[in-house]
């Protein structure tokens, strides 16, 4: 939400969120109506477990290209290129992939030119898709506060995590919209010259 909030400001405009979890059911549902076949990466065996009963009982004409949990640490060179030749074998379309922020996205910088599908990141969406965690109820997640939501729920993985990007992300949004606002006011100033 405070990305949404942000835009809202620079665009004069208004915008919604979209959630992971939204992204997740709306891509598994066309996509088993179209037969584009989905990979998901990241987490571990038993939510990837948990997930598979799921998605074959809300969606069962979905293509699963495969689901492969990924260690809690560093790839070696060797893991790194099996992980990209499963990926590229399985003939997926899209890339689920959750590794949590900015791990996915490094990840998927990182390997834009290996894999040959799309690429999603949708953070800690499969422990919640999977029911191991809660989802926040709607109104913490309209009102913006999922992210405190979660870290309550794991403040010991969390809170490193938070300290150091959203600092800095209020700072840049403030930074942005200041200076957003200024040049607008500049150039209605010019204009009227």
């Known amino acids: 939400m405070p990305l949404v909030w942000t835009l809202n400001l620079l665009r004069k405009s208004t915008h919604d969120r ?3 979890m939204y992204i997740l059911r709306e891509v598994c549902e066309r996509a088993s109506v179209t037969g584009l076949p989905v990979y998901f990466l990241g987490t571990d065996d038993i939510t990837l477990g948990k997930m598979r009963q799921r998605l074959e009982q809300e969606y069962p004409n979905l293509a699963s290209a495969g689901m492969e949990p990924l260690p809690f640490r560093p790839l070696t060179p060797e893991e790194d290129a099996q992980v990209v030749q499963t990926i590229n074998r399985s003939g997926a379309g899209i890339v689920f992939i959750a590794l949590g922020c900015p791990k996915q996205e490094i990840w998927m910088y990182q390997h834009r030119s290996k894999i040959k599908a799309a690429m999603v990141g949708i953070g800690g969406v499969f422990p919640i898709y999977a029911g191991i965690k809660k ?7 309209e009102s913006g506060l999922e992210w405190l939501y979660r870290l309550i729920q794991e403040p010991g993985r969390l809170w490193q995590r938070y300290f150091k990007t959203i600092p800095p ?14 040049h607008r006011r ?7 010259f």
């Open 18 to 20: 979209v959630a992971g």
């Open 186 to 192: 500049i150039n209605r100033m010019l204009r009227a």
């Open 135 to 141: 989802h926040a109820p709607g109104w913490v997640q």
């Open 169 to 182: 992300f209020v700072y840049l949004s403030v930074k942005q919209v200041v200076a957003t606002k200024v």
